[in-house]
């Protein structure tokens, strides 16, 4: 599967593949965040690698939201259907 769902995109840009990425990394640190809540463990990666660049981890948490949002409102200009084409 490429960068969007329906594929319009190819190999897509290099926005739609940093976006898809940084969805992917927040989507795993939050399922590893649960599992340490049932491990009685801090698995919070991103906290665990940036931990003590405080304002870099923000950053991080802040690039993945707003890629997320991009990806839910599908932004990316390479995953958008061209005007008149499609079934």
């Known amino acids: 599967m490429g960068c969007c769902s329906s594929g319009a995109c190819g190999s897509g840009c290099t926005v739609c593949k940093v976006g898809y990425v940084l969805v992917m990394i927040g989507a795993l640190n939050w399922g590893l965040v649960g ?3 049932f ?4 698995l919070n990666v991103v906290h665990l690698a940036l931990g003590t660049w405080p304002a870099v981890e923000s950053i991080v948490y802040l ?3 707003v890629a997320a949002v991009a990806k839910l409102l599908n932004l990316c200009k390479c ?3 061209p005007a008149g084409g499609g079934m």
């Open 79 to 81: 995953c958008k259907k």
């Open 63 to 65: 690039l993945v939201g």
């Open 35 to 37: 599992l340490g809540g």
């Open 39 to 42: 491990l009685g463990r801090d």
